[in-house]
């Protein structure tokens, strides 16, 4: 037996956990502490899950930072608030509660954060208060008696500006203080407050406020300017309309010198290999699996950067939570919650953060139809097939004089997606649970601000970078994939056919043809579908792989030219109907499981969607070739 | 549009909410609708003028006129 190890005692790093009002700038605290970079913006529920991260002070104390749903209380009335209880509280198996709590409040909108500081006191552990935002405080001649609000809260109080360099010196300093000398465990005596104990709360909230704080009341000017056009009742929503319509324009518009610019590189690329010296398969391999596949998809990326420019724009400027109020009615008579626009919205860039956020909503109902519909909306992996029918069968010219008819399809194909939705959530509140008028929707407002140049940009990158790494994974793999099964086996000796009509693709593709017949798809098109199941564009780079395999000419820029010469207008605009509903993205399906906790959801998502794309590409090959564009 | 006036009482028996009123009780409170705040009203919807955007004390918020029923509000408060 060999003596005993020496024991080293685990250092357990302390923890830190930031809690708050909703849209206090938590995450933007964490990532200016931590250096992370996760989602930051101006409107209420952005961040839905725990994040840690971990970070060593000017003292050299290594800790644990925890970035929470933001939340009015711990009562937790929805997922994402169960979340911040749990991990305050410590309630979960895995949650280990917090050795200090840093309350952070925006310093320009303290009320309602005094009140959960004066709850958060009662959990039994060390509280702070943050007060966040002190830049815009200042500026708005709001001054605050630090000194007087500890003192009459109990509580260490300390400024911080998560978005400047050295904003967070001071609260480190404390929190590294703080640290120092932990009292013992205090007793708990936090219990779920009834409606007499938050208000005695309030009103103990607003004597502190009246004591320490002093601003010469009124609203933020600008927010209070433009909200009386933005939130105009008329004006209001044509303006929403107006931002839709042009965001998408742009996607068509905007983004096509770039994208021509990096079709012609990869063509460039394919014929420097074709002229290469090297094995005829290898060649093709390269040329026709890698360059054309990728590089088809990857042509993409400028329209990608472009819509989540929009998106993050009016994230940051706060307008997300005001479009949700616009939309509140007309998404109620569909039988959708108010907090759904924001998820829904997002749906736009992907469906799989769109479903995540639908977590602020409280009735699980409500949860569960954002949840269904979500995958509706016209994600971004989309977008390339949209553009690449679009562009090979839509004539570019403009209709009344301004808009480009290319860009009014793309635009009526989101509005499709949206009808989809809406009727489907008709359909399961109104009709199937018959749900009573439920839930209340009660959203804070935001101030506008300016977006910074730096976060947009960070966001940008990241998504730039997300899109590239899924073409360098998920999409070069289905292309390696599919270049396999469209080349083998090889055509016989003195084979009559090209040679891809002797391939495994071409078999799969034919066997899947009576099904798609009604459709008006073929056999090319069948085979990119299935490769289409486990993410969306890669139908695009498929096509590109088949025909080039098939036309041997064809590279990155060249599908459009040899799908226009190939399909008739009917096919095109029946795989267009099929894309706007099918449920073609293995992940979104994964994630509905997750967030739904039952396979049972995901079926139902899986088999409504199947079912809606196959009666619309169905009903649209069959009107298109009655009226003579079969 | 543009009323003013000071929370009198919240009177949950009066919204005709989905909720049940203790808990509609609670969440108007969480958003800081306390008897003594002062409210104006700032935007409505275009539909029925629903839903509403309400100033209460130093921050905006948005519900729908179904709920904000059970506030009730003293006439205009010099401003
Ligand atoms: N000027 C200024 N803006 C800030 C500051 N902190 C945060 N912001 C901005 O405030 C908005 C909200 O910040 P977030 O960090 O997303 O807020 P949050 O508390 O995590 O919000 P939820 O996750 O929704 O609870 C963003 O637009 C930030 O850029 C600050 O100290 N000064
Ligand atoms: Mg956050």
Redesign the pocket.
Known sequence: MSAAAPTIAPVIAPIVA?V????????????ALTGSR???????????EKKIGRLTTPAGRALLIV?????YSLRARSPDEEITRDAVLGRLGGDVSPDLIVC?A??SNLRLALRLALELKRVGRPVMLSL?????ARKRGIEIDAARLSRDLGLPVVS?????RG?TDDLLREIDGALANLPPVGAASWSVPDAGELRGAQHEADRLLAASVRRDGERDAGTARADSVLLHPVAGLVILLAILFVMFQAVFAWARPAMEAIAEGFSWLGTLVGSAPLPDLLKSFLKDGLIAGVGSVIVFLPQIVILFFFILVL??L?YMARAAFLMDRIMGGAGLHGRAFIPLLSSFACAIPGIMSTRVIDDRRDRLTTILVAPLMTCSARIPVYTLIIGAFIPDRDVWGFVGLQGLVMFSLYAAGIAGALGVSFVLKRLIWRHAAGEPFMLEL?DY?I??VK?LAIGLWTRATIFLKRAGTTILSMMILIWVLASFPQPPEGATEPAISYSLAAMIGSAIQPITEPLGFNWQINVALIPGMAAREVAVGALGTIYAIDGGEGAAEKIGQIVAGQWSLGTALALLAWYVFAPQCASTLAVIRRETGSWKWMWVTFFYMLALAYVAALATYQIARALGAG | MGFRGRIRALAVERAGTGLPGPELERRLIELGFVEGADVELLHQGLFGSDPIAVRVAHATIALRRREAMAILVTDEVPA
Do not use: H, W
């Open positions: 930031l708050g009002n909703p849209n206090c700038g938590k995450t933007a605290l964490f990532n996760q989602k930051v913006a101006n409107y209420p529920g952005v961040t839905v970035d929470l749903p933001g939340t952070v925006d310093a966040n935002m002190m830049d815009i911080s500006v998560a978005v400047r904003g994230e940051d706060g935001p601000k977006p910074q976060s």
